[in-house]
């Protein structure tokens, strides 16, 4: 059982670039999350789902949208990429919405140039 | 919103105890979460609060006040593969966390 899975492990990506972040699990859960962490900041919501076909925003999901096409999958795209998008990017999901333990992915190291 | 605060750094001896401090302001509590983070991996989940009090779990404890928005994780007999960042969370009404910025611990032999 593979958990939850991202790709690529890491990018390194000239600004205006359009990049999309891969994400996904094979435990059925029908919540998931983006989060990006920085230095200092800890982990920030960028987009969620509830169930496949529902999307909402976060604390900061300016610059980055994304889809739910099915229950396993929640890819991450940034439209253009600006430096300040450089981060660690973590996918993470859970059974449902309101359950207590978010499972993490490994992240994806962006860096923005 | 949420505003959390937990030390940037603290330091312990293998065998010690070592309490991590994290308060908070929220406009809609709806549970406190510890998650431990080694260096370059992901987050995982340690406990999860939601009443007063303390809740054990092994060599870890986290304790809850709402009234005063403070929680402590407690981690006895530390050993070295304790040495990691503990994440501080809070989720609101809405079901969405928020964490702190993190405490790195490092555990002296």
């Known amino acids: 059982i593979a958990g939850i899975t991202q790709a690529p492990t890491s990018q390194i990506l000239a600004a205006g670039r359009r990049m999309t972040l891969r994400c996904t699990q094979d435990?059925?859960?029908?919540?998931m999350y983006w989060y990006r962490q920085d230095l200092g900041l800890g982990l920030r919501l960028i987009h969620y789902?509830?169930?496949?076909?529902?999307?909402g925003k976060g604390e900061v999901p300016d610059g980055y949208s994304v889809s739910r096409a099915n229950t396993d999958d929640f890819p991450l795209t940034l439209a253009s990429a600006v430096p300040s998008q450089t981060s660690v990017y973590f996918c993470?999901?859970?059974?449902?919405?309101?359950?207590?333990?978010?499972?993490f992915g490994p992240g994806t190291r962006l860096t923005v140039l | 919103g949420q505003n959390i605060d937990q030390p940037t750094e603290m330091t312990a001896t293998e065998g010690a105890i070592v309490q991590i401090n994290c308060t908070y302001q929220?406009?809609?509590?709806?549970?406190l979460f510890w998650y431990q983070q080694h260096a370059g991996e992901a987050p995982t989940f340690l406990s999860y609060?939601?009443?007063?009090g303390l809740e054990e779990k092994g060599r870890f404890s986290s304790f809850l006040s709402r009234s005063k928005g403070y929680s402590y994780l407690l981690l006895k007999e530390l050993q070295m593969k304790d040495s990691a960042s503990y994440l501080c969370?809070?989720?609101?009404?809405?079901?969405?966390?928020?964490f702190g910025a993190g405490t790195t611990v490092t555990v002296r032999a």
């Open positions: 993470a999901s859970s059974p449902g919405f309101s359950y207590n333990e978010q499972f």
């Open positions: 435990m059925r859960h029908n919540a």
């Open positions: 789902s509830n169930t496949a076909g529902t999307t």
């Open positions: 929220t406009s809609g509590f709806n549970g």
């Open positions: 609060n939601v009443l007063d």
């Open positions: 969370a809070v989720r609101d009404k809405d079901y969405k966390l928020s």
